[in-house]
């Protein structure tokens, strides 16, 4: 069931992480609108990290494919360090592969692009309302 009204997502940090302009600004505009606080974003894995390090925020948004170091690496490591982050995979990819080892790699939830407002809620839903792997 999704509860209308904007502040659903209010008490949601996010930091988004991907290399693509276009993509980062297309998300943190549908996210602000649904009230969600957008707290920092990165265009790469490494730089992606830190904000999640310095800010620990609620959900990260995390782009598969990126130069350097890709998103299930950076999917890993938010998982080893802070368990309680949930991330929502984003990715232009349907690969049966892609998407398997994202949710093997602890994704709560998975964005694929391209995606409009009813898909970037439908993950977010997915991502909070999902309990923490650790808890079941």
């Known amino acids: 069931v999704l509860m209308s009204g904007k502040n659903h997502f209010a ?31 990165a265009r790469d894995g490494a730089s992606g990290l830190a904000m999640v390090k310095k800010h620990r925020p609620g959900v990260v948004c995390l782009d598969v494919l990126m130069p350097d170091m890709g998103g299930l690496e950076v999917l890993a490591q938010v998982r080893r360090e802070f368990p309680e982050i949930r991330v929502i995979m984003v990715t232009g990819s349907t690969d049966r592969d892609t998407v398997q080892s994202a949710v093997q790699g602890g994704a709560a939830a998975y964005l694929v692009k391209p995606f409009n407002v009813a898909k970037v809620l439908a993950a977010l839903e997915m991502a909070i309302g999902r309990k923490p792997l650790h808890d079941s």
Do not use: F
């Open 11 to 41: 008490s949601v940090n996010v930091i988004i992480i991907d290399d693509n302009d276009t993509t980062r600004a297309m998300l943190r505009s549908i996210l602000r609108s649904e009230g969600v606080d957008v707290v920092a974003e």
